[in-house]
């Protein structure tokens, strides 16, 4: 079964970047597709970025377009999300997630493998 690890969480200044990845272990993203969500404590959890791992189409949320970046390495295995000019209404929890389908979809019921989080603070 496959398991997601997230790293790189962590503290930052609004303004810095940091950069997160989903580790994949038990197979390979072959044909999935890997998103990142975010959830703040009394919200939804809502998709920040998504990518198809065999054509490499990618979705943003509007509220990080031209600032998150997402991209995959095959040999490593690993989906990473580069986040620049940080907000303080970034702040969230970041979770990866996968589903064994092309097409990324919003909706997080469609994810099946979901990894730990990973805590973003950005400081204003």
């Known amino acids: 079964q496959v398991q997601l690890v997230e790293s790189g969480g962590g503290l930052v200044q609004a303004g810095g970047s940091l950069r997160l990845s989903c580790a994949a272990s038990?197979?390979?993203?072959?044909?999935?597709?890997v998103a990142w969500f975010r959830h703040v404590p009394g919200k939804e959890r809502d998709i920040v970025a998504g990518i198809n791992w065999r054509s490499s189409n990618t979705y943003y949320a509007n509220s990080v377009k031209g600032r998150f970046t997402i991209s995959r390495d095959s040999a490593e295995n690993t989906v990473y999300l580069q986040m620049n000019s940080l907000k303080p209404e970034d702040t969230a929890v970041y979770f990866c997630?996968?589903?064994?389908?092309?097409?990324?979809?919003?909706?997080?019921?469609?994810?099946?493998?979901w990894g730990q989080g990973a805590q973003v603070t950005v400081s204003s």
């Open positions: 997630a996968a589903r064994n389908r092309n097409g990324i979809s919003t909706d997080q019921n469609e994810y099946v493998v």
């Open positions: 038990g197979r390979t993203f072959s044909s999935d597709t």
